[in-house]
């Protein structure tokens, strides 16, 4: 299918009525997929691995995504994290907006705590360590070479 999609481009792969699939009925291919796996590698073969084939760009692309995913869901356990921005709750948020301040008060965080052993870093790693070993995640995301 990404074959077909990098030789004949998008608008006959979504017209494309592979007749030789479930044979005598045939199968209108570019209407049944989800295409995101396609098309995001003819755009990375196209934009930044010219050299590589259509078939290890496919087998790599969950493992590429699985890192970033890793990698968001750590940035995401820090932010939320950040002694600054968990010093406030929901009832002074609203009383900040009811009391007419533009923005609520938020606490700046202290320069001690965000050092390399802070809690936000360890929890940020531990939410990548998590995702690096939770099932549903990991056999998603291993390349299939």
């Known amino acids: 299918?990404?074959?077909?999609?990098?030789?004949?481009?998008?608008?006959?792969?979504f017209t494309w009525f592979d007749y030789l699939v479930w044979y005598p009925l045939g199968r209108p291919v570019g209407t049944t997929i989800y295409p995101g796996m396609q098309f995001t590698a003819v755009w990375i073969k196209d934009f930044v691995l010219q050299e590589w084939s259509l078939n290890d760009i496919c087998c790599y692309i969950p493992a590429w995504f699985g890192v970033m995913a890793t990698f968001m869901t750590g940035c995401l356990?820090?932010?939320?994290?950040?002694?600054?921005?968990?010093?406030?709750?929901?009832?002074?948020?609203?009383?900040?907006?009811?009391?007419?301040?533009?923005?609520?008060?938020?606490?700046?965080?202290?320069?001690?705590?965000?050092?390399l052993h802070s809690p936000a870093t360890e929890c940020a790693l531990f939410a990548m360590a998590m995702m690096a070993i939770v099932p549903a995640h990991l056999m998603r995301s291993v390349s299939m070479l």
């Open 1 to 13: 299918m990404t074959q077909y999609l990098y030789s004949n481009g998008w608008k006959k792969f």
């Open 77 to 115: 356990a820090y932010e939320c994290s950040i002694p600054g921005n968990t010093q406030s709750n929901l009832l002074n948020y609203l009383m900040d907006i009811v009391k007419g301040h533009r923005q609520p008060v938020v606490h700046p965080p202290d320069k001690n705590v965000l050092g």
